[in-house]
T-cell receptor, first 113, second 112 residues
Framework: GENVEQHPSTLSVQEGDSAVIKCTYS??????FPWYKQELGKGPQLIID?????GEKKDQRIAVTLNKTAKHFSLHITETQPEDSAVYFC????????????FGTGTRLQVTL | SAVISQKPSRDICQRGTSLTIQCQVD?????MFWYRQQPGQSLTLIAT?????????ESGFVIDKFPISRPNLTFSTLTVSNMSPEDSSIYLC?????????FGQGTRLTVV
């Protein structure tokens, strides 16, 4: 089955700096790659996603890039703010949608003042 | 968006007992999913709850341990049976609504 690795496990940045989180996946047939933000005591919430026919997608301060050849995708957060502090998960799916997701191991992002 | 209500939000249970977790969504959805998130770790898919048919379980999860019901398009239950301390986790319900996944807030289960 699919396996998703995520790095780093923890990341501390100063407010205003950029944060980059990287994931690799094993199954070349995976075609949907969402990123989720999970705050304490809450379920994951989608922040951005990308499909395999797209190389990059941006939404304000958040961007995701996908390299299908290398089977990796990355989350980029610019101009980080304290409210960006949370655990971030990447995921992959073979279904083309958010069905049956395989999650990465998570990155705890801390944005310091 | 889809709003998911999950109950209970947390529980402490004795080993050997069973707990049923309820998931209610405010929209009709074809598929509902149950995930397990062990403390400080990632989410692992337990099963897909299909309306009108039996649930589909992922490798490592069996129906006898995690029976699932899906009586209609807005509701599902997951039962954790014959619990042991290793079952202590957060259990999350998820739905896919218009291609996006939405998650409940989770049920934090502690087995003592």
């Amino acid at each position: 089955g699919e396996n998703v690795e995520q790095h780093p496990s923890t990341l501390s940045v100063q407010e205003g700096d950029s944060a980059v989180i990287k994931c690799t996946y094993s199954d070349s047939a995976s075609n949907y790659f969402p990123w989720y933000k999970q705050e304490l005591g809450k379920g994951p919430q989608l922040i951005i996603d990308i499909r395999s026919n797209v190389g990059e997608k941006k939404d304000q301060r958040i961007a995701v890039t996908l390299n299908k050849t290398a089977k990796h995708f990355s989350l980029h957060i610019t101009e980080t703010q304290p409210e960006d502090s949370a655990v971030y998960f990447c995921a992959a799916s073979l279904e083309g949608t958010a069905s049956k997701l395989t999650f990465g191991t998570g990155t705890r992002l801390q944005v310091t003042l | 968006s889809a709003v998911i209500s999950q109950k209970p939000s947390r529980d402490i249970c004795q080993r050997g007992t069973s707990l049923t977790i309820q998931c209610q969504v405010d929209s009709q959805v074809t598929m509902m999913f149950w995930y397990r998130q062990q403390p400080g770790q990632s989410l692992t898919l337990i099963a897909t709850a299909n309306q009108g048919s039996e649930a589909t379980y992922e490798s490592g999860f069996v129906i006898d341990k995690f029976p699932i019901s899906r009586p209609n398009l807005t509701f599902s239950t997951l039962t954790v049976s014959n619990m042991s301390p290793e079952d202590s986790s957060i259990y999350l319900c998820s739905v896919v609504y218009r291609t996006e996944a939405f998650f409940g807030q989770g049920t934090r289960l502690t087995v003592v």
